[in-house]
């Protein structure tokens, strides 16, 4: 945008014409003293900024910061994905887990009746286990010791 200044001066002044240091020739002869005179001076001045490096290179760290603050955005709604998707699996894989658990349940609920001798709904090769069997105690699937050997004392 352009600036716009205004100034103005007024001067009554004399002065000695030798004092100027400038030898004038005798056909333009200046009195010396020179009398008393009135001098205005008026200025407008308008100035126009062409080109402000300043201003380019602010533009450029603005436009560096926006691109930085754009990478993050886009890493945080890949992080924010990813974490849904994670969810969302844990959820699938735990509803399988349960429906596997009722499948199994509901197994050992019809192994625990044809064990009892009660009717079944599949008569033939599957109609009944043996009460022996049937009432062996389940048996947990802890995990054992991994083996030793022994070379002179020390565990391997």
Request: hydrophobic share 40%; charged share 20%; proline share 9%.
């Amino acid at each position: 945008m352009p600036s716009l200044s205004v100034a103005g001066v007024w001067v009554n002044r004399d002065f000695n014409s030798q004092s100027l240091g400038i030898p004038f020739p005798p056909a333009f002869s200046l009195p010396n003293p020179v009398p008393p005179f009135n001098n205005y001076d008026g200025r407008i001045t308008v100035t126009q900024t062409l080109f402000d490096w300043s201003n380019v290179t602010r533009v450029r760290a603005a436009s560096a910061r926006a691109d930085g603050s754009r990478a993050e955005r886009g890493v945080t709604v890949e992080t924010a994905a990813q974490a849904a998707a994670v969810a969302y699996l844990r959820a699938s894989r735990a509803q399988a887990v349960v429906a596997a658990r009722q499948a199994d349940s509901s197994i050992a609920a019809e192994l625990v009746t044809r064990g009892t001798g009660a009717a079944s709904p599949w008569p033939g090769r599957w109609g009944s286990i043996p009460r022996r069997r049937s009432s062996w105690p389940i048996r947990s699937r802890a995990r054992s010791a991994p083996p030793t050997c022994r070379r002179g004392g020390t565990r391997c």
